[in-house]
């Protein structure tokens, strides 16, 4: 029985350690807390906007929310820039007041 090298096994757990952690940090998605300023509704994508926050919540697809000013939510999802403006990509929202 061949005895095999030890740097070779501990490369390849390295390498292991890395893929796993490219793979959760994919799959991350963050979970904030807002109060609603305002609601848009467009054509496949509702645009949220809160108080205190630059950025502005999207959520894709043809749903109806009964969201409206001041309503306190939980979203979760996950941030991106598209045309030099901060997002934030809406996976799952929850109304908390």
């Known amino acids: 029985m061949e005895k095999i090298n030890s740097p070779k096994i501990y490369l390849l757990i ?5 893929l796993m952690l490219l793979f959760i940090a994919q799959n991350f998605q963050e979970k904030r807390t807002g109060i609603i300023e305002g609601v848009k ?3 496949n994508k ?10 502005t919540l999207t959520i ?14 939980i979203y979760e999802g996950k941030p991106e820039t ?6 934030f990509i809406v996976d ?3 109304l908390l007041k």
């Open 14 to 18: 390295s390498i292991i350690g890395v």
């Open 46 to 55: 509702i645009s949220i906007t809160l108080e205190n926050e630059n950025a």
């Open 82 to 87: 598209y045309r030099g403006k901060e997002q």
């Open 41 to 43: 509704y467009s054509n």
């Open 60 to 73: 894709f697809g043809n749903k109806i929310l009964s969201l409206k000013s001041g309503d306190e939510i």
């Open 92 to 94: 799952k929202i929850v």
